[in-house]
């Protein structure tokens, strides 16, 4: 891809500037040293070769802007801002090159999505047993029930799966991290049977494509006359919600559901229902007619 940056200052400029090192060298140390590699690649081959000197954040959202054009600006600072200015963060830290601002691109505010309710799972799920599709039930009750993503959830396999111990293991979460989650009674009775006829290496809810299962989903819904949700929000969503309706605060729901960051669940996830009445009934309970 041709990228054009900046040239370097003329030689009679630079008598006195530090001899800085490539963002190849950089970005491997920073692995080297605990960074996430993940999103890496795309931006190595396009400006691993280049002084970390001679890269600025003009360049840098003009990279992100060529590697994600049709991307929500959303993806451009998770898969390029972010990493790149870590990377710079680390390597000013070793002395091997400047640092930069690097601004995230501006992002709109999250679309706030309805959640599933847990009648909307239990329609759900009563529909699934008139189609025989128990597969398809346990795979939303998984979701709703320990906020996996769909992709984690298609991925699971039955090693991975603890049937005495009630324990799932989600391995390498979209955060990078392995996660356990825990299943409920429901949950476990389903899944049970499903493994009666699943051998040790298959796939615990069989499917292998995200879009399946939506389409599935959405199947499942018109026959049983509810409103359709898709995965994420019938599973994150739902279990997000769900458990603060319970009355569990927000730190232990984050936990169990594998949330890293407070502002990306306040700000996308908790979205609770009639907010203004629970209150008011929680208030309900001192009567301020009675003597203290």
Aim: hydrophobic fraction near 40%; aromatic fraction near 8%.
């Amino acid at each position: 891809m041709d990228m054009s940056f900046r040239p370097v200052a003329p030689a009679h400029y630079l008598h006195h500037a530090p001899a800085y090192r490539t963002f190849s060298e950089g970005a491997e140390s920073y692995i080297e040293h605990g960074g996430e590699a993940k999103s890496l690649p795309p931006i190595l081959a396009e400006i691993g070769a280049k002084s970390l000197g001679e890269i600025f954040p003009f360049d840098v959202k003009a990279l992100a802007n060529s590697l994600y054009p049709e991307h929500q600006n959303s993806t451009r600072n998770r898969c390029v801002i972010t990493p790149v200015r870590a990377v710079f963060s680390h390597s000013y830290d070793r002395g091997w090159g400047p640092l930069i601002r690097l601004r995230n691109f501006r992002q709109d505010a999250p679309k706030r999505k309805k959640a599933a309710s847990q009648a909307w799972v239990h329609a759900f799920v009563r529909q699934c047993a008139k189609d025989d599709l128990p597969h398809v039930a346990a795979l939303v009750m998984f979701m709703s029930q320990t906020g996996a993503r769909v992709s984690e959830a298609i991925a699971l396999e039955w090693k991975e799966v603890d049937l005495l111990g009630r324990t799932a293991l989600i391995l390498k979460t979209k955060t990078g991290r392995n996660s356990t989650r825990f299943l409920t009674d429901q949950l476990l009775a389903r899944l049970h049977q499903l493994r009666e006829t699943a051998a040790l290496g298959d796939r615990v809810f069989r499917y292998t494509n995200r879009h399946s299962v939506n389409e599935r989903i959405l199947a499942v819904c018109r026959r049983a006359s509810i409103t359709y949700k898709p995965s994420h929000t019938c599973g994150r969503h739902a279990f997000a919600n769900n458990a603060l309706s319970l009355g569990l605060d927000v730190k232990t729901t984050m936990d169990a559901g594998g949330w890293r960051s407070v502002a990306v669940f306040l700000g996308t996830y908790a979205n609770p229902r009639n907010a203004g009445r629970m209150v008011a009934e929680r208030l309900n309970l001192y009567q301020y007619d009675n003597e203290l």
